[in-house]
């Protein structure tokens, strides 16, 4: 299991940031039996039901500079403007209608930290940044997640991938949004794999179950549908993306866990080689014993910090023990697991079921887990009992022999 998520670094160039949640990332992308060559046929596919849809392949070659697969397989390296928000050249790649055969990209070069971008009706607006400082390299500015992005009223999606000698590793994702389904599939030496994509009419579900939240608890959850211009909901936003502030969402919650916690002892397994650790709160901080806090310690985060797993107490540390600790309570937090019954045994004491059960919780990660059949719904998702199956939608194989991507809920 891997928890990934995607970034943007200060120079607006595209990469993976992988989130400190397991010891096992080391697993994920350990060298195969028969490393891959840089020979990997691609098919992308227009399932949509829309006749005019474009498909980009971003990401950064080995020294870590951005750039785009060409139509005929080759990475293409940015140039380095002299202005911010300079516009990229066009490496759209037309598909053909809805149903049609697959277009084929021939993709000869490694791709780390990739994506593969559709977009319906028109094409996406890229831009390039000038590099950040002296030897660096410029960044690729993708489309964003604000009403001012130029992309705002795009229908786009992506998927995330790495190409490189060791593998191909992919990804759905709805970490940062849900929108257009997206589905994957490969062969090679690990056999046939498959990634379901959004069931159809999910998006409508999951943007009506926000609303219909919104008018239960007064969060701002429906701020999280961004619509087209006929009211339909064009994609929904994490809350980590949201437009307005959840304040102090979590407050309530949180109160009752930090008190429940000052006579009751809570255990969190870092799994792995990581250990066990058990800590209560003393005061405001809940207290590991034995557990370098690397001079961060475990107070109540605020909705922000609970929301993207990645600041305040929940700060993404790396892979040492504190990290392992901080990316379990985040998975505890989201799912508001605990105060149910095992949930002082984080986290093989609970098991799905009992998610998202509160009246306080992740009601987009909630929402997602009831319409979609896998993929990650905020960072730290594939935090779990363990032994339990990923719940990532990704497909690996250390010697890929080809790689279809489709847009679409058809197969």
């Not at 992005?149 to 590793?169: I, K, R, V």
């Amino acid at each position: 299991m891997v928890s990934r998520r995607s970034f943007i670094t200060a120079a607006g160039a595209v990469g993976m940031a992988t989130a400190a949640s397991s010891p096992l990332w080391s697993t994920a992308l350990s060298s195969p039996a028969s490393a891959a060559t840089a020979s990997l046929p691609i098919a992308l596919r227009n399932n949509s039901g829309s006749g005019t849809v474009y498909a980009y392949i971003s990401g950064s070659d080995s020294t870590g500079w951005p750039g785009f697969v060409t139509p005929d397989g080759h990475f293409q390296r940015l140039p380095s403007p002299s202005a911010v928000l300079t516009p990229t050249p066009d490496y759209s790649i037309a598909l053909g209608a809805s149903g049609s055969s697959a277009t084929d990209v021939p993709l000869a070069d490694y791709v780390i930290g990739g994506r593969v971008w559709f977009s319906v009706g028109k094409k996406i607006q890229f831009f390039v940044n000038p590099p950040g400082g002296s030897g660096g390299v410029p960044g690729l500015v993708q489309p964003g997640f604000t009403s001012s992005d130029p992309n705002w009223e795009t229908n786009w999606t992506f998927c995330e991938f790495t190409y490189n000698s060791a593998n191909l590793y992919a990804n759905i994702s709805y970490v940062d949004m849900v929108a257009l389904p997206v589905s994957m599939g490969s062969t090679g030496s690990g056999g046939a794999q498959s990634v379901s994509p959004l069931p159809s009419g999910a998006l409508a579900s999951i943007a009506t179950g926000l609303q219909s939240q919104h008018a239960i608890d007064g969060a701002p959850w429906d701020q999280l549908v961004a619509k087209d211009a006929g009211g339909a909901a064009l994609r929904i936003l994490a809350p980590a993306h949201s437009p307005t502030d959840f304040g102090s969402y979590w407050n309530a919650y949180l109160d009752e866990v930090w008190s429940y916690y000052q006579s009751h002892a809570l255990t969190v397994d870092g799994q792995g080689s990581i250990g066990s650790f058990t800590g209560t709160v003393s005061g405001d901080t809940l207290n590991f014993a034995g557990l370098n806090t690397n001079g961060v310690p475990f107070t109540k985060p605020s909705a922000v910090d609970i929301f993207g797993c990645a600041s305040g107490p929940l700060y993404n540390s790396g892979g040492d023990a504190r990290g392992a600790v901080a990316a379990r309570l985040a998975a505890a937090l989201n799912r508001s697991s605990l105060l149910v019954s095992g949930g002082d045994n984080q986290p093989s004491g609970v098991t799905p079921p009992q998610y998202y059960q509160g009246g306080t919780t992740n009601h987009y990660a909630r929402l997602v887990h009831q319409y979609a059949s896998i993929g990650y719904a905020f960072p730290y998702d594939d935090v779990g009992p363990t032994g339990a199956a990923p719940v990532d939608g990704h497909l690996q194989d250390g010697a890929p022999t080809s790689w279809s991507i489709s847009l679409g809920s058809g197969q």
